[in-house]
């Protein structure tokens, strides 16, 4: 499945917690995308998508953050 992954780059616990769901859905046979600024955050850079076309295609949007990370992720 592809999945939109959404988050704050500018939070250390957040990268961690992405670089971790990342592994695990990679090892789940799942492709994440982010947008360019998260995936050099958490040094995916193979998960780097345009803004525009991060949920074109997406079965599954996921929000790791707070409210705003994920009204973020309701926008797109």
Do not use: K
């Not at 957040?14 to 990679?26: F, G, K, M, P």
């Not at 995916?44 to 409210?67: H, K």
């Amino acid at each position: 499945m592809r999945i939109a992954l959404f988050a704050t780059a500018n939070r250390p616990h957040a990268l961690e917690i992405v670089r971790n769901t990342v592994s695990w859905l990679d090892a789940h046979g799942h492709t994440v995308r982010m947008e360019p600024s998260l995936s050099r955050a958490t040094e995916c850079l193979q998960c780097a998508v345009p803004a525009q076309r991060l949920v074109s295609g997406a079965g599954f949007a996921l929000s790791i953050g707070g409210d705003g990370t994920m009204l973020g992720a309701v926008r797109a």
